[in-house]
């Protein structure tokens, strides 16, 4: 049963409103919350003392207002209120499957008056022995794949790293899992995968430094091996992935020869095949402890023959890899049908017997469009005509 549990506040504010015209905190890198302190006027010698404090209250207890700072001086507290944000973005709507996957819509602020307040989707899984936490680094995307309903959306804008960082954040306190905050501190958020709206490696500076605060040890903490970043194949930014983020690699392919995956992928026109794979075998730190994960979407009658399944295991011959089998959610309009599940076991069954773990996805959130492939919010980009029109009212 689908229940739609809420609208937060913040529903009611105009399309272009912004949430708060203070300066955010959230998404600010160390270095850049010290220097932020700096300009608001801390002494030098108090700067490292002070940015902690709020590291800590902002990302290890999850605090939503400076007044429950309390190793903070009253008065300087009430400075900080005056001038900076902790506000998370505003949940639209959430909505809760029969299997118990999560999906909330959430409303950011608008940047500009040229700007409809944009939403996005982030999706909660929960299993028996982990959770984990689907979140976008997109507003849209640019990829058009054709089987995601995503890419039916066009790229509104690139998310800040303060909006990436925010949805986990937004996540925590709906699962009470903040320590301290009125939560049980127990962590039901075990990983937290990119696989939401919009492709990450075009978004990598803002998507390099949300990683580094939501892995930091001294906050969120979430190890970088309980990360996974899903890229449709920006070859040029697989290895500045690797060393410069850290983080588990996931290779959106779903085909093994690049007619299809033309088809299916149309970056693969730009970056085909053989590129991919050598980008994939040059990834820093590939290893069996750390082995990439191949997604391939089981489409019927496409690519799921058992040919097919023989030509990805010489594909991906020595690479250390797991390939997720993800059967085919559908979405309104969408140009596929799923495999049959008999198809799909004795594709599974031929890439295992090669030597590679492939597990087949059990569909969630189905029921509220929340399983992969399946994200999409209704924002938009204004026309320069349109903006115009909305801030004349």
């Avoid at 708060?20 to 850049?32: N, Q």
């Avoid at 400075?79 to 639209?92: D, K, Q």
């Avoid at 596929?336 to 799909?344: A, L, P, R, V």
Wanted: aromatic residues 6%.
């Amino acid at each position: 049963m689908v229940t739609v549990l809420d609208k937060a506040a913040g529903m009611d504010l105009p399309d272009g409103a912004q949430m708060s015209r203070k300066r955010p905190l959230i998404g600010l890198t160390r270095d850049e919350l010290a220097a932020e302190l700096c300009d608001f006027g801390i002494p030098e010698k108090a700067v490292r003392m002070r940015a902690s404090q709020l590291w800590h209250w902002i990302y290890l207890r999850g605090v939503t207002s400076f007044g429950a700072m309390t190793n903070i001086a009253k008065d300087l507290r009430a400075e900080m209120e005056a001038r900076y944000s902790l506000e998370r973005p505003a949940i639209s709507e959430e909505q809760i499957s029969e299997d118990g996957t999560r999906k909330w819509l959430l409303k950011l602020d608008a940047r500009s008056e040229r700007e409809i307040a944009p939403q996005i989707e982030c999706v909660f899984i929960p299993e028996e022995n982990r959770g984990t936490l689907c979140i976008s680094s997109q507003v849209g995307c640019t990829l058009a794949c054709t089987f995601c309903h995503t890419g039916t959306q066009k790229l509104v804008r690139n998310l800040t790293p303060g909006e990436i960082v925010a949805q986990v954040m937004v996540a925590r306190d709906r699962l009470d899992e903040w320590p301290q905050t009125g939560g049980d501190g127990e962590r039901r958020i075990t990983n937290v995968v990119l696989m939401g709206m919009g492709e990450p490696l075009y978004n990598f500076d803002n998507v390099k430094a949300a990683l580094e605060i939501i892995s930091d040890n001294e906050g969120i903490s979430l190890s970088k091996r309980r990360i996974t970043l899903s890229t449709a194949g920006v070859v040029p930014m697989i290895e500045r992935c690797g060393a410069e983020i850290g983080v588990m690699l996931a290779i959106s392919l779903h085909g093994a020869r690049d007619d299809i995956r033309d088809q299916l992928v149309p970056l693969n026109k730009k970056y085909p095949i053989e590129d991919l794979m050598n980008a994939c075998r040059n990834y820093p730190g590939l290893s069996n402890a750390k082995r990439i994960t191949f997604e391939y979407v089981m489409l019927k009658g496409v690519n799921d023959s058992l040919d097919d399944a023989k030509k990805l295991v010489r594909l991906l011959k020595g690479i250390p890899a797991k390939i997720n089998l993800i059967p085919f959610n559908p979405w309104p309009g969408a140009p596929y049908e799923c495999s049959d599940w008999e198809q799909i076991e004795k594709f599974g069954d031929w890439v295992n017997r090669a030597g590679y773990a492939s597990p087949i996805r059990t569909p969630r959130g189905r029921d509220i469009m929340a399983a992969c492939g399946q994200l999409k919010s209704a924002s938009e980009r204004l026309s320069a005509g349109a903006a115009k029109q909305q801030a004349q009212g």
